[in-house]
């Protein structure tokens, strides 16, 4: 039988580095591997499945004699329970890095790997590409807002629906119906994206539509009594805020764009004052990224009368970027309420007219007051509305009839304003 602790403290600190390095054994498969440079390493053979392996057990005298063997004695121990302690030292290695990885996480306030927040933050990094970075942000919120607090910390193959539906339950009960019914489609989709990935073998978000209550649409508050709406446009005409202000609540009557990116966003270099043109730049349109990225600019026909509001505001703030600039910053546009909050001030309640109800007041008189074809104020609306063979209206279509239209819709709203006898056209060529 061979021999085993064959070394002594004395016997290595004594043997001297040859040119070649030497081994030194000390039996059961440790030995003292001594480098021409001096320096002394513990290693151990052993055999496991009929293959010989090579194992670092440390350097001397840093792990001293007494150490090697029993680090010896542990390795023999694994081998002789057929583990292989090459896989084990690994496996522990990488045990302390996942431990050392999940704590600088936790210390950064980042999610943990394999958690509904992780993967879902996964999606929309590969999703980012595909949307308009406003619809991105909307989605980048509602998870951060009304879904991590809850489920984020759970490991995405432990979200049940019970716990999707109390989730969702929780956004119901402030009233939020519409909100809980698109969570639980993002939630939707970053379970397919786990199922995709492995991570998930289901998406159990999906069986809840049947358990949420339905929303009820509720259309933006708009005037579109033309008598009423006449009595709107003298109290904006007789607004006592600021100028900026009163005009792009004026301008929102005759052009009737969306109040937010559309028209609050307008800068100066946009518009052709001579020629009776404003384009709103594409990436500013209500569209999909394609479209902001791709499409034509939106063309605005400008009445005689928006013409004459705009060069009246030019003098106040032409020399900056934007139509309407705020009032702390001026190298930023007004603030997205500040319109409904006009409205407001003039007695204009939420549940009567809002900003962006110019559009459905607009469309509703164009249509029914002044007997204008659809296609026309369809185009201007920016909206995309199939034909009757289902062909989708082209945006830059209807031009001549469009510029038309919006001086005759200019003079007609000069007529409310007056309180004049209102009388019904016939619609435009």
């Not at 039996?27 to 513990?42: C, D, F, K």
């Not at 966003?265 to 020629?275: G, I, M, T, V």
């Not at 296609?375 to 510029?403: M, W």
Request: aromatic letters at 6%; glycine letters at 8%; proline letters at 6%.
């Amino acid at each position: 039988m061979a021999t085993i602790n064959n070394l002594t403290d004395t016997a290595i600190r004594k043997a001297t580095p040859g040119e070649k390095p030497r081994k030194l054994a000390d039996g059961g498969g440790l030995y003292l591997e001594l480098q021409p440079s001096g320096a002394r390493y513990w290693r151990i053979k052993y055999r496991l499945d009929g293959k010989e392996n090579r194992l670092s057990l440390g350097v001397y005298p840093a792990v001293s004699l007494a150490d090697a063997r029993r680090r010896r004695d542990e390795v023999r121990a694994l081998i002789a329970a057929g583990t292989d302690p090459s896989q084990t030292r690994k496996d522990t290695k990488a045990a302390k890095v996942q431990v050392q990885v999940i704590a600088t996480l936790q210390a950064g306030g980042e999610p943990l790997p394999g958690t509904f927040e992780a993967v879902a933050l996964a999606w929309l990094v590969i999703r980012r590409g595909d949307w308009a970075p406003r619809y991105f942000d909307k989605i980048e919120a509602r998870l951060a807002n009304d879904v991590f607090p809850y489920i984020g910390h759970l490991p995405v193959a432990d979200v049940t629906p019970p716990a999707l539906l109390v989730m969702l339950r929780r956004i119901e009960a402030r009233g939020a119906i519409e909100t809980a019914r698109r969570v639980r489609e993002t939630c939707s989709l970053v379970f397919r994206f786990a199922v995709a990935e492995g991570n998930v073998t289901s998406d159990p978000a999906r069986d809840l539509a049947g358990a949420l209550k339905t929303h009820t649409t509720r259309h933006i508050p708009a005037i579109t009594d033309p008598q009423r709406f006449g009595e709107l446009l003298r109290s904006i005409d007789a607004y006592r805020g600021t100028p900026a202000v009163r005009t792009a609540l004026q301008l929102a009557a005759l052009v009737f764009l969306r109040p937010g990116a559309e028209l609050r966003e307008a800068q100066w270099n946009e518009f052709d004052l001579d020629a009776g043109t404003w384009l709103v730049p594409a990436a500013r349109m209500k569209r999909r990224k394609t479209g902001k990225e791709n499409g034509p600019d939106h063309l605005v026909p400008l009445s005689r009368q928006a013409v004459a509001l705009l060069r009246d505001l030019h003098p106040l703030t032409g020399r900056g970027a934007y139509l309407f600039p705020g009032v702390r910053h001026r190298d930023q546009p007004m603030s997205e309420n500040t319109l409904n909050a006009a409205l407001d001030a003039m007695g204009y309640t939420g549940d009567e007219h809002r900003a962006h109800g110019f559009r459905s007041s607009a469309r509703t008189m164009l249509h029914e007051r002044l007997n204008l074809p659809t296609e026309a104020i369809e185009a201007q609306l920016a909206h995309s509305v199939p034909d009757a063979l289902g062909r989708a209206y082209n945006r830059t279509e209807f031009v001549a009839q469009r510029r038309l239209m919006m001086q005759t819709w200019a003079d007609y709203l000069d007529r409310l304003r007056t309180g004049a006898q209102v009388v019904h056209f016939k619609g435009v060529a």
